[in-house]
């Protein structure tokens, strides 16, 4: 039962530098979710899909692109990447409706972009 | 915009306390309020949540009073416990919209002393 994984769950990068963060459920969830966790300012939403092929932007999305060609998958890509996006990022999946609104997390990937 | 406000931002309680956690909300759309708990190094993990059409909710130790006509809603952790040492963030969400991601507060860091 492996649940929601995210990798790396570590990783180093340069300022410039394309990283993408991956994200993999075994659930069939229709709902994925990107967030970003700073101090001081909780948990804020990047992107979000309600299902394959479907995404939206959220909070905080500039720099970021998202995809979503398989229901389980939900890679994150930072396409040059900048200090301020030094940050642990968390993806989530739920199986939205029927009264159903749990989201589960991954472990997180901390990022760290010098 | 901080649609969520969380209070306060570290806690400290004695083995045996009450523990209280304060948020406030400003978005009159949001109809689901979790409380997520986070220990170092994992990613948050669904605690308890109430919808608006009841004033609280009950689940072991842990309860949650809800407010709506104030828009505010607590967590309290009776017999608080070292093991409940973590970080607490309150989050809303609507069904309104197809979006149906969390907003979280900013987080509380809880410490339980032995």
């Known amino acids: 039962d492996a649940g929601i994984t995210q990798s790396p769950r570590y990783k180093i990068t340069e300022t410039g530098r394309q990283v993408t963060l991956m994200c993999h459920q075994t659930?069939?969830?229709?709902?994925m979710f990107w967030y970003r966790q700073d101090l001081g300012h909780g948990l804020r939403l990047i992107y979000y899909?309600?299902?394959?092929?479907?995404?939206d932007k959220g909070e905080v999305p500039d720099g970021y692109v998202v995809s979503r060609s398989k229901t389980e998958n939900f890679p994150l890509t930072l396409e040059s990447a900048t200090r301020s996006q030094t940050s642990v990022y968390f993806c989530?999946?739920?199986?939205?409706?029927?009264?159903?609104?749990?989201?589960?997390f991954g472990p997180g990937t901390r990022l760290l972009v010098l | 915009q901080q649609q969520v406000k969380q209070s306060p931002q570290s806690l400290i309680v004695q083995k045996g306390g009450i523990s209280i956690i304060n948020c406030a909300y400003e978005?009159?759309?949001?109809?689901?309020f979790p409380w997520y708990q986070q220990f170092p190094g994992k990613g948050p993990a669904l605690l308890i949540a109430?919808?608006?059409?009841?004033s609280e909710k009950k689940e072991g130790r842990f309860t949650i009073s809800f407010n709506k006509s104030a828009k505010q809603f607590s967590l309290h952790i009776m017999d608080s416990q070292p093991g409940d040492s973590a970080t607490y963030f309150c989050?809303?969400?609507?069904?309104?919209?197809?979006?149906?991601?969390?907003?979280f507060g900013s987080g509380t860091r809880l410490q339980v002393q032995p």
């Open positions: 978005n009159t759309a949001f109809d689901y």
């Open positions: 989050a809303a969400s609507t069904s309104r919209t197809g979006r149906r991601a969390l907003t």
């Open positions: 989530a999946s739920s199986d939205l409706g029927g009264g159903r609104e749990t989201q589960y």
């Open positions: 899909s309600a299902a394959a092929d479907i995404t």
């Open positions: 659930w069939s969830h229709s709902y």
């Open positions: 109430i919808r608006p059409d009841v």
